[in-house]
T-cell receptor
């Protein structure tokens, strides 16, 4: 079945850039997403990328996709303490069954 | 309401009991999804509805789990003969339609603890 993997933890200093990485196995993945989960809050969709794109930028967020290696990354520029959360990579093959990774906990040190 | 709401926010039950978890989607959203998130894991797909019908229930772990959406709005996830392994946060999401690019808006979840 589909599998999405992420590193569990990332710690960065406020103002630095954060890069969260993800690998997936489903070669038919059509859409790839990044979600943010804060304590006590629901999952929030941050951004998404189509599989025929290799980069997408949205304000402080940059998504890079290497389809050949099935590698997705999320770069957060000028990381702030409010960015501390768990970030989930997710993918779907175009159907509604979305597969999530295990999440990367981002800790921002003031 | 403005977002997806779920009740109760917390549910503690004993092994073997029956529980119902409720989800109120965003008004007008035709698609509704249930996920289960165990501690330290990402959400795991359970089932999704398009309107009143379950379009894909392949994620339900066994026949103790059942979900309904009788009027195409509110949905109830029902778990019979609960087991300790059912303890998790149950997330509900809704989207305007069922296309992959229709953003799924998540509720805050119901934390189920089976003692």
């Amino acid at each position: 079945g589909e599998d999405v993997e992420q590193s569990l933890f990332l710690s960065v200093r406020e103002g630095d850039s954060s890069v969260i990485n993800c690998t997936y196995t489903d070669s038919s993945s059509t859409y790839l997403y990044w979600y943010k989960q804060e304590p006590g809050a629901g999952l929030q969709l941050l951004t998404y990328i189509f599989s025929n794109m290799d980069m997408k930028q949205d304000q402080r967020l940059t998504v890079l996709l290497n389809k050949k290696d099935k590698h997705l990354s999320l770069r957060i520029a000028d990381t702030q303490t409010g960015d501390s959360a768990i970030y989930f990579c997710a993918e779907t093959g175009g159907y509604q069954k979305v597969t999530f990774g295990t999440g990367t906990k981002l800790q921002v040190i003031p | 309401g403005a977002g997806v709401s779920q009740t109760p926010s917390n549910k503690v039950t004993e092994k073997g009991k029956y529980v119902e978890l409720r989800c109120d989607p965003i008004s007008g959203h035709t698609a509704l999804y249930w996920y289960r998130q165990s501690l330290g894991q990402g959400p795991e797909f359970l089932i999704y509805f398009q309107g009143t019908g379950a379009a894909d229930d392949s994620g339900l772990p066994n026949d103790r789990f059942f979900a309904v959406r009788p009027e195409g709005s509110v949905s109830t996830l029902k778990i019979q003969r609960t087991e300790r392994g059912d303890s998790a946060v149950y997330l509900c999401a809704s989207s305007l339609r069922q296309g992959a690019m229709d953003t799924q808006y998540f509720g805050p979840g119901t934390r189920l603890t089976v003692l």
